[in-house]
Structure formats: C-alpha cells, structure tokens
C-alpha cells in the first residue's frame, strides 16, 4: 500500500464486489436489454474530451452512486442522479498536476501559495470581469464554511435568514449550524417559469432578519436571475438592512442563450457593499471533495466581522486541483458546458415524448432538473403511502413525506436515484431533483429505466 501511486480502481471494484454487482443487477432486471456501456475510455477527437463514455463510479464511496445502494440495498441503484456533483473524468490539466504532486510524498502543513488567489482572481476577470482585490478574498474549504461563518457573524442565533423556496437544501444545514431559522419566501410560477416575488420578500422581512441567501443561478429551479431582479433584490436588502449572501456557485452553467450575472457586478455599489459573493471550481470541475472554495466582498467592513468566526486551513491536493483547473481546464469547460446543455434539450425531450406522468422544461442554468412529478404522485399514492408509512413507523424513525416515496418507488422500480423534493423548502410539493451532469448514455438508461416503470407501474402501482 505504502508504493500505491493512485486508485487502482479495477482491483478496488473486484475487491469490493461492486463489478459483480453491478452485472448481476443489470441481469436481473428487464431494463437490462438496454446497452449500457461501463468502459472507462474511449478515444476523443483530437481536441475533443470524452464526456460520452459512462463513467463508473460505483464502488468508489461516491454519495451520488454508493450511498443509495447503502441505504435500499446493493444492487438497487444502477444510476445516481442525486447529489451536485459530475459523473466525467476530470479535466487533463487537474490529474497531471495531481499525478506531479503525489511524487512528492510528504503532507505536512501547506502555507496556501499566493498563486492560488491570483489564480482566482484572473479567473473571475477573464471569465465574467469580476473585479476582485486580494485583500477582498477569502479562501475556505467549501461554501458551506463559509456561509456559516457569514451566519454566525451577522444573524444572531434564532434570528431569521430569508430563502427564495424552492431552494437548495444544504441551506437549511447552514441554518442549523448557525442556530438561525429559515424565512422562506416562495417564487412565483408565471407561465411556467419561476420569478422572484419582491413583495412577498419585502413582506417577508421583520425586525429580526439580517440576512438573505441568494442562490445564482438558483438550484434547483436552474433560475439565472437578471440585472433587472438582482438589482431590486438588492435594493430592498439594503433599505431593509439585510445582508445578501450571494451563492453563485453555479456560476459556470448557464446555458445557451442565458447569462449568468455576478451580484459584484451590479451598477450600484451601495447594493454591491452589502453583499458577499461564495463560488468554487468544485462544481465546474467536478472538484467537490477537494474541499476547496472562497468568498469576496468590495466590503472590507463585511469581511473582517466574518474573518472573525472563519478558519480555514486549506488541504494540498484542494489547492493543486483548483490551481490546474483555472490555469488549464478552461477549454474543459467549455465543452463540458455545451454538452450539459444537449443533455438538457435531450432530457425534456425524451420526458416530454415519453413520461406523461412528469413534467419538464429546461433549465436556464446548472446541471440540475427540477422535475413535476405531481401525475407520478398520484399514480402511486404517494401522500397515502407516506401516511401509512407514518402510522407505522417506529416512534424512533424519522416521518416521511410523499416525494421520499417517490424516491423510493423510483429506486425500487426503475433503479434510479433522484433527490427528493421533500427537502428544497416550501413549493417543493410533488417535486424531484434530477442531476444530469452525466454521459448522454447513462442519462438515457435512467430515462427508460424510469419511462418503462412508470408504464408499467400503471398496472401495479400498489406495488414496490
Ligand atoms: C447552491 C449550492 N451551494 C453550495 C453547495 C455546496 O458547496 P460546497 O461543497 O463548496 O460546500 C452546493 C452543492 O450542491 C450548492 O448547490
């Protein structure tokens, strides 16, 4: 072990049993006629990345992958569409700065190199003319930090954060950690399409809110908000006195035809002065474990009362990944985006042609879907099973809410993991989350894993 130079992932799969598996699932479900590739490689045009080949990743303690296959049993899911994170192989330029930095084999103490922030900083005004100061920085180990810290230095536990519902459910965690409470405010469906609602916002506010938790462009309804909202978002913040903590760390996926607009941006520096923007590269790169993020703010004043209850102490491989990925994987990116995006159009596509019991539309920005599936619900007796379930329960066991079934009975039915509405706040009634940041082939298994189900399922509902 000691001479291990990387993964050696074949004999790791062998060893836990996770090849066979995966064969013997495929084998005993009647899904298993579709062709579903696992080969690792595949050879890209010159200039071209693979983002086609499937990608295995079962059977490396991957949360999208192994942890459902942990909680419905092994074998239960053979794709996982939950979690944020990518299923490709990640950008040349970050394994080979990986690969030199494992010859080095010490991993003491790292004095984070200013390079890292400079890399960043040039990032951000090549890519979207964000100008950002380095005194403006702050690097942390992943956004989540550093909203807590923001939290706990501006909303005073039991005060209340704003949320535009639905909204992405690590929030409520940062919630929980800085023992303040949500505020949610619901965005408003106008033709299909979510907007912000500014009254029921400014309504929302109250003697004890201090701050409000952006989210652009917005997970999970992939909203990339405009000039035009930011800025009367902003200016309400900042009549009202609340503070706005700008989460763009979906920033590098908008899709065609749709923009991405940094809050730092704005025309109005007063409404800029009252914010603090969080990004990373880990979703762009699929760099989620390294733990690697940072915040800024034009707001000196802001930064120094966070600095107070934030530490940080960054890990190697964290900030080796992140530097090559901006020096070098820019290219990457813009391909991986574009293919995001095909894989958009092909999935309301492939919905709209063949799952009548849900409902899709293509999302502005981020890699997610947010999916209606109210004639899915219905079908099973999602509400009804959840009551039972409740009934049931022993008092130890936690209660369940309908779109939990609807994740279990696609799991069960269709061997697919999606995120259940059920944590995204209010608004989130009969909703499921769908990651697609995956090859077009395993977002197409998933897909008639799921359409074969449901028709199916329309014998059998009661069942699974
Ligand atoms: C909007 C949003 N913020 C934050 C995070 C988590 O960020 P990190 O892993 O850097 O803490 C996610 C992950 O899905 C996210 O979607």
Known sequence: MTQHKGLDRRSFLRNTGWTALVAGAAANTPLAAAPFDLAETAQAPAGTFDFDTPYNRLGTDSI????PNRTYGKGSVEVGMGIADMDFRAAPSITKALQERLQHENWGYLDTPASFAEGIIAWNKKKYNVDIKPGELIVTMGVHPGLIATLKAFSPVGSKVLLQTPTYNGFYGDLTASRTISQEVLLKRVNGKFEMDFDAFDAAIGPETYAFILCNPQNPTGNCWSEADLMKI???????????????????FAMKGQ???PFANLPDKKIVNNSITYKAASKSFGLAAHKTAWFHSTNPELLAKVRVHHRAEMNTLGIVANQAAYAGGEEWLRQCVNYIDGNHDFAVDYIKKNLPLVKAYKAEGTYLMWLDMTGLAEKIDAKGRADKFNREKAANVAARKPEQMIEEWLVRNAKVHLNSGASYGKGSDNHMRMNIATSRKTLEKALSNMASAMRAGTTSMAQG
Do not use: N, P, S, W
């Not at 999208?64 to 942890?67: A, E, L, M, T, V």
């Not at 309400?236 to 700008?246: E, F, H, P």
């Open 64 to 67: 999208k992958y192994d942890q």
């Open 234 to 252: 902003g200016e309400i913040c900042l009549k009202r006195g609340v503070l706005v903590m700008a989460d763009e760390i979906h920033c590098d």
């Open 259 to 261: 923009k991405y607009t």
